[in-house]
């Protein structure tokens, strides 16, 4: 029951951006494009409430569309990591 | 002069030192208690032995041969009689002796799982970089449990430790001391691979040599002896304390050689542990501390290294430095807003070196025959050979002079035109140092112009600052491209002048603009000249009958630029209720309104001076400054400005009136009083009868206060000195007028009157429950009268709490400035915009979010559109382009930008009437700008946020408690909030909710009230009126139907609630009671436990809201609370989930992820420093909410967030917590990589930040 509440419930909270997972390829291009590692990245942890709906497991790469006072909106990419 | 190799630090590695290399670096063995023989010689085997080093600068090093200057310095050990624990272990020891088994010293964990551990750490997958290093706390919690050794099968003693050094194990025989060398022999049966799993480095840090079997002596140099004027010798605390060690090992030895009784061997082996313990640490709890022969505690390693003034904060982060000065400063309008005034002896002490050269030969030739005492003189000649030759002692200067050459260098004096670093403490920001230009002046303080004291915030009353010279070429030129004053004028905390006209040069700019201001021609001259104005005067504007005279307002533009175009409403026509946008500059002449504070004043942003200073540049600003500045200052001297005793004098009536006023407000105050004893007084919701009482009382008084202040204030023509400081923004306010002439008003502590002091009165002088509003701190004189004795003793109570409240709010904001410091300080803008830490995490993927650098943008906006289209569109002629073009164009353009300012472009040039070409020009200038006001790589970005947050810190209040909205909740504002927020508290001290509604359930008042009722936690003992019980088997509760209906409750849910309960009682309700029977009889309690369990079971609600209010925002209802359960709360019906809000930032990230407590962290933060009037750009909240939420979960601002989690052990050791932090180091074989700020800091090297980034080549052409 607990589950199934937060799958609906939490993505779509005012103060929650939009989180999606992003493919193998995009997340390697994205390293690239910041010439970094994974455990440079910023992190979330694999069972953040935000994700948890998503099928997400550790070393999957997070997209947040974030909305943004400065630039309207913006992305920021976190690293999903074992708690 | 030799080439010297400039060697750098790659990295330190910390490691514990065994006994081996103990003896191995050791160069003599220390067996002497003795320092010094008879003859003052240092004794062979002593503590003071030549070996170790030499003190006295003629002496030759025992083991190196150098003399005092050259010799390092060398260790020496003492064998031990017995080993003893290293105190900086003593934890680990405990730890390993839990978790290790006593037989075979394998971790008590079976062995597959450890292959397990051994698995995951070796996988090294990057996703587990959190979860690797909770292992060593997995295991040691799993492994202390274990009764039997799964390796050996043997069964395991439960361990006692007695706080320091004392471990007991309890076995069937009875209770068995642990001692060191027992310890010793099992840790060294240890595995490598245990080890390793606990996070130990075994190559580094084997647990046997956490016990010490020698300890090593460190060289003289770092014990130095004194010789006091006396001619005693005065041995260092460290060794005294190495003395103690070697009389009791000594002792110890013999005692063991002749047999003595174990009981007295083993009280001297305590005694050797307990010198060993205290020379390393001092201040370890459970032991008394060593003193010295004065009485005083002995200063020992620990203590050294330790604390602000210990070795890393006082010796290695901060340093004491030459070509500093420090005196007391005093004001000079006459400088410009960039010089510092440098007396005369200061400018003679300190000095900047000079290559002589043949363009500068002569003048150096002069000063070098000038000398020391005669400014401007030299004090030093360095030949190319490196001798220096101090001019003291010169005899014949002018022989010197002349043998100087090309090539020597000359210590010359400070002169004019130098550049220097001019400080005050505490430095909170950057412009707290800044660059001045030296003028030499008599006198013997620093001078400066006013009108920079704000950056500083400094004043007169006593204020000293500090001078630094700068001495290599590149520190001058950081200096003048970075430093300056007028490079600070804009604070990067919100994008606008920090720096402005103030006080008097306000009120002057007031009279000189005002309407009827006329000058005479000579007068308009001699000030336009003094200002520095070249050029041609315009024509008189006023006709008058001597002849045409100037206005003022004519004598004010001719400083403004040509084409400067701007409107504006000044204060003085906001405080007169004059007209709005009353200032006009057209073509840069100033149509209309007056200058004042609006428009040049200080932290002012969107003033004229600000609009100058982003139009035209620093440079100009500065220019401009300077020549208004003396201007006004000039002409306010010759038009005159005072202000004293006969300015306040009000007219008796008016006095009567106040009085008068008072007495009404005081007879409302009495009625209330009378209505609240009928209990007719009507209460506001949420307030008891008291409290409501009270805010009608307070309510009133403040209203009689501002009458009084008001008609006061009134009763003052506009020519009132007074009047026109208020009005125009130079000082003060009509609060403080109506202060000086009305009434002061009520005195308060802690936000409340002065309610208590003795029984049922503030003081005795009054009869006790007094009525009179005078007897709880009402002052109802004014200061130009006096106060009468009562008043004025009132009236210190409210100032002590002010002067208190100053003391603790400073030390409070200077902690959370240092720590946040500490958190931010390595962050740095890369060259792909990120901001990362040194090690390459990434904090923000663009600089706050749009890579706008906030000091050089226009208030926090890249450029402001709407100014480059107005001043675009006064020369633009051609017709309008069509919305087809302008789209087109704007498309062209705004690539680079980010959505929000493309979208504002786009829409501000659609509203425009600007030609095709006008847009082009617009957009060009709009790209142009946008350009400059990015962010520099290598920009300290986190030094600049961590200031930004932190400085505004010290301007706010300290008062805890507010009420939010309508008086009915609590909670925490001002310094403490913002403290709670970057502490990322686990919960605020007022959690609260603001719950908002579903569609169906917002616009009606009452269906609020039912969901409110849902959400309130409503326990039984809130409905009962009264409990009865036989103190036996019988509990009865005595229900309340009033608090019933309140709560919305029926007895069935009681009883409902108790049922589910699970107790064993058996339940009958009957009317409004509930009887319930407990099954056996039990004493009496048992029965009060078990009545208070029952009382506080939850009837209905949410656990943790403890009150609820419903508000109107708008159309619509929203239940605010106090208490935050947001988990809870989303099962309720009625509410709108997506929309609900909690103070808690923790809760959230626990509920609705990072991403979301990194947001509502944002608002919170913002809205706390909004709330206080204090203005900080939303980049530098966003910094810091990133960086606490960039590793998956929240992070304090603190030495258990950010500032413990850095890689770098110097960085961590200089924060807090020193000695133990490099003993964990050095167990787990840390290096220290150098590549944050602190340690290079500390280790002397360059800082990898800001122009330390970069290295300047030169391409040298070969000769020929």
């Keep these: 029951m607990i589950s199934k509440k937060e799958k609906i419930l939490i993505p779509d909270h005012i103060y929650v951006p939009k989180h999606e997972i992003i493919n193998k390829d995009e997340a390697v291009k994205v390293l690239e494009k910041y010439h970094t590692k994974p455990t440079e990245m910023p992190l979330i942890y694999v069972s953040d409430p935000a994700i948890r709906g998503l099928g997400v497991k550790p070393g999957d790469m997070i997209k947040i569309t974030r909305k943004s006072p400065t630039a309207g909106e913006s992305l920021y990419y976190r690293y999903v990591v074992e708690e | 002069m030799a080439l010297e190799t400039i060697k750098v630090i790659d990295g330190i590695k910390f490691s514990v030192w065994s006994p081996t290399e103990i003896r191995k670096y050791s160069v003599a063995e220390i067996t002497a208690p003795e320092t010094y023989d008879e003859d003052g010689m240092s004794v062979q085997g002593g503590l003071m032995d030549g070996r170790l080093g030499t003190l006295e600068p003629g002496q030759k090093c025992l083991t190196c041969g150098n003399t005092a200057a050259r010799c390092p310095g060398h260790f020496g050990h003492i064998e031990l009689a017995e080993p003893v624990l290293h105190i900086a272990f003593i934890d680990n020891i405990y730890k390993l002796l839990l978790t290790t088994c006593r037989s075979c010293a394998r971790l008590k964990i079976p062995q597959e799982e450890l292959e397990e551990y051994h698995q995951i750490m070796k996988k090294e997958a990057a996703y587990t970089v959190i979860s690797i290093k909770h292992i060593p706390t997995e295991i040691i919690e799993r492994a202390k449990k274990e009764k ?126 307990y010198h060993v313990t205290t020379y390393f640490d001092n201040e370890v709890s459970g032991i008394p501390q060593a003193h010295h022969r004065s009485g005083r505690p002995l200063k020992t390693l620990t203590q050294r290294l330790k604390g602000k003034e210990g070795r890393f904060r006082g010796s290695l982060s901060g340093k004491r430095v030459d070509f500093s000065s420090r005196t007391v400063i005093s004001p000079d309008p006459n400088l410009q807003i960039s010089e510092v005034g440098v007396p005369e002896a200061v400018a003679t002490k300190l000095t900047i070196p000079e290559v002589v050269t043949e363009w500068n030969i002569e003048r150096l030739k002069k000063l070098v025959i000038n000398g020391p005492s005669k400014f401007p003189g030299a004090n030093y000649i360095v030949r190319p050979d490196g001798v ?37 403490q505490p430095s909170l920001h950057q412009m707290s140092i800044m660059g001045h230009y030296v003028r030499v002046l008599p006198g013997k303080t620093f001078r400066l112009h006013p009108s920079v004291c704000p950056p500083y915030n400094a004043d007169f009353d006593g204020d000293e600052m500090n001078l630094h010279v700068p001495q290599s070429e590149e520190a001058r030129a950081e200096a003048i491209l970075l430093m300056r004053v007028q490079d600070q004028l804009i604070s990067p905390r919100y994008g606008g002048p920090i720096i402005g006209a103030l006080r008097d040069f306000i009120t002057g700019a007031y009279l000189l603009t005002k309407d009827d201001t006329t000058l005479t021609p000579q007068e308009f001259a001699n000030l336009a000249m003094l200002a520095g104005f070249s050029g041609t005067f315009p024509e008189p504007a006023v006709k008058a009958k001597g002849g045409s005279l100037y206005s003022g307002k004519q004598l004010f533009s001719l400083f403004l630029p040509k084409d400067f175009n701007y409107v504006i409403t000044s204060k003085w026509s906001k405080g007169t209720k004059g007209p709005v946008k009353d200032v006009v500059i057209k073509n840069g002449q100033l149509v209309s309104g007056v200058i004042d504070k609006a428009s040049i004043g200080a932290e002012e942003p969107d003033s004229v001076l600000h609009r100058i200073t982003k139009d035209y540049g620093y440079e100009e600003a500065k220019n401009f400054l300077n020549s208004i500045l003396i201007m006004l200052k000039q002409f306010i001297t010759g038009y005159g400005f005072s202000y004293g005793y006969a300015d306040l004098e009000l007219a008796t009536k008016t006095k009567d009136g106040i009085l008068e006023n008072i007495q009404e407000s005081y007879d409302r105050v009495y009625d209330f009083i009378a209505q609240a004893k009928k209990g007719t007084l009507q209460l506001s919701r949420g307030l008891s009868a008291e409290e409501a009482l009270e805010a009608y009382i307070v309510n009133e008084l403040s209203k009689a206060r501002d009458k009084a202040g008001n008609s006061a204030d009134k009763s003052f023509d506009e020519t009132n000195a007074g009047r026109i400081m208020a009005t125009t923004g130079a000082r003060g306010s009509s609060l403080n007028i109506g202060q000086m002439a009305g009434a002061l008003g009520q005195q308060s502590i802690r936000g409340r009157r002065i309610l208590k002091g003795y029984s049922n009165r503030a003081l005795p002088h009054f009869k006790e429950n007094d009525a009179n509003p005078d007897g709880k701190g009402f002052v109802k004189s004014n200061y130009r009268e006096g106060l009468s004795t009562l008043e004025f003793f009132f009236h210190a109570m409210g100032g002590r709490e002010g002067l208190v409240d100053t003391a603790v709010r400073t030390q409070q904001s200077g902690y959370m400035q240092r720590r946040l410091i500490n958190a931010l300080e390595h962050l740095k803008l890369e060259y792909d915009g990120t901001v990362r830490d040194p090690h390459g995490h990434i904090i923000q993927f663009l600089y706050g979010e749009d890579g706008i650098d906030v000091a050089k943008s226009d208030h926090g906006e890249a450029f402001r559109i709407a100014r480059l289209i107005e001043s675009e569109s006064i020369i633009d002629s051609g017709k309008k382009a069509t919305k087809e073009e302008i789209t087109d164009l704007v498309k062209k353009y705004v690539k680079t930008f980010n959505p929000r300012l493309s979208k504002t472009v786009l829409e501000a040039l659609l509203e425009s009437k600007l030609s095709k070409e006008g847009v082009d020009k617009v957009c060009k200038k709009a790209l142009e700008l946008y350009d400059n006001a990015k962010v520099e790589p290598g920009q300290a970005v986190g030094v600049v946020t961590a200031q930004s947050i932190g400085e505004p810190g010290t301007q706010m209040t300290l008062r805890t408690f507010h009420f939010a909205g309508i008086r009915e909740r609590n909670v925490t504002l001002g310094l403490p909030r913002l403290i709670e927020l970057v502490d990322a508290r686990k919960k605020p001290v007022t959690p609260t909710m603001d719950i908002y509604l579903e569609e169906n359930h917002k616009k009606s008042k009452e269906k609020a009230i039912k969901v409110a009722r849902e959400i309130l936690h409503t326990k039984i003992s809130a409905l009962i009126s009264s409990t009865e019980t036989d103190y036996s088997t019988k509990i009865k509760l005595n229900l309340n139907q009033d608090k019933l209906r309140e709560r919305a409750c029926t007895i069935e849910d009681v009883v409902d609630a108790l049922q589910s309960s699970k107790k064993k009682f058996e339940i009958e309700p009957s009317g409004n009671s509930i009887t319930l029977t407990l099954p056996e009889e039990s004493d009496t309690q048992t029965v009060l436990a078990m009545r208070n369990k029952v009382l506080s079971t939850t009837v209905k609600g949410v656990t943790d809201v403890e009150r609820v209010t419903i508000v109107q925002q708008g159309e619509e209802w929203v239940i605010q609370t106090s208490g935050s359960n947001i988990a809870k709360v989303w099962e309720i019906d009625g509410i709108d989930k997506k929309n609900i809000r909690t103070n808690n930032i923790f809760e959230i990230a626990g509920t609705l992820g990072i991403e979301a407590a990194r947001n509502s962290l944002i608002n919170e933060l913002s809205s706390t420093l909004e709330d206080q009037g204090l203005e900080v750009d939303v980049r530098y909240i966003m910094l810091v909410s990133d960086l606490m939420c960039s590793r998956g979960y929240l992070q304090q601002i603190g030495r258990h967030g950010i500032a413990g989690t850095k890689t770098s052990v110097l960085a961590r050791a200089a924060f807090e917590i020193t000695v133990p932090t490099i003993a964990e180091a050095a167990l787990a074989g840390e290096v220290e990589e150098l590549k944050g700020v602190t340690e290079n800091v500390i280790v002397g090297a360059n800082i990898p930040i800001g122009t330390g980034t970069v290295d300047l080549y030169m391409r040298v052409v070969q000769d020929g």
């Excluded at chain 2, 079997?213 to 005294?240: A, K, W, Y």
């Excluded at chain 2, 020597?408 to 670093?421: A, N, Q």
């Design chain 2, 148 to 273: 039997t050794c799964p390796h050996c099968g043997k069964s395991q003693y439960e361990l006692i430790f007695t706080k320091p050094t004392i471990f007991i194990e309890r076995t069937e025989l009875g209770e068995n001391r642990l001692l060191p060398i027992t310890i010793r022999e099992r840790f060294s049966h240890m595995i490598d691979e245990d080890l390793k799993l606990l996070g130990y480095d075994p190559t580094t840090a084997r647990p046997e040599w956490f016990i010490l079997q020698v300890l090593p002596v460190p060289p003289v140099t770092v014990r130095p002896s004194i010789i006091l004027e006396t001619g005693i010798r005065s041995e260092d605390d460290l060794t005294h304390k190495l003395v103690d060690i070697i009389r009791v090992n000594q002792r110890l030895k013999e005692s063991k050689e002749a047999g003595t009784p174990p009981l007295i061997v083993q009280d001297l082996v305590d005694l050797l542990q």
């Design chain 2, 388 to 424: 220096k030759i101090r001019l003291d002692f010169v005899e014949d200067r002018e022989t010197i002079a002349n043998n100087i050459e090309i090539g020597y260098l000359v210590e010359r004096h400070l002169s004019d035109g130098d550049i220097v670093m001019f400080n005050r």
